[in-house]
Nanobody, 120 residues
Framework: QVRLVESGGGLVQAGGSLRLSCAAS????????MGWFRQAPGKERAFVAG????????YYTDSVKGRFTISRDNAKNMVYLQMNSLKPEDTAVYYC?????????????WGQGTQVTVSS
């Protein structure tokens, strides 16, 4: 079992930045690929970014490429999502996930989510 706790969400103006953090605990979280998903009101949860267990590979949905950066620190069991040049359409609840990369990501564990609101 892996427990995930997100933090760092909030309200920001368009063009601003936020950094989301995800603290992982439990059964060897460092062996998992980690991902971020988001769910906007009235929409399905969607993949945003993923990173391999080693941190050597990262992947992004097209709409965030060049603006968001995913990273991880296995020594601290932490995963981060740096979000720059935020847009109102980035408004959503953001979820951290642990699982496997591929198609584009299969999540075995989820965090509770953190709200990100971008005002225009």
């Amino acid at each position: 079992q892996v427990r995930l706790v997100e933090s760092g969400g909030g309200l920001v103006q368009a063009g601003g930045s936020l950094r989301l953090s995800c603290a992982a605990s439990g059964r060897t979280p460092s062996i998992y690929a980690m991902g971020w998903f988001r769910q906007a009101p009235g929409k399905e949860r969607a993949f945003v970014a993923g990173i391999s267990w080693s941190g050597g590979g990262s992947y992004y949905t097209d709409s965030v490429k060049g603006r968001f950066t995913i990273s991880r620190d296995n020594a601290k069991n932490m995963v981060y999502l740096q979000m720059n040049s935020l847009k109102p359409e980035d408004t959503a609840v953001y979820y951290c996930a642990a699982g496997y990369l591929g198609n584009p990501f299969t999540a075995d564990y989820w965090g509770q989510g953190t709200q990100v609101t971008v005002s225009s």
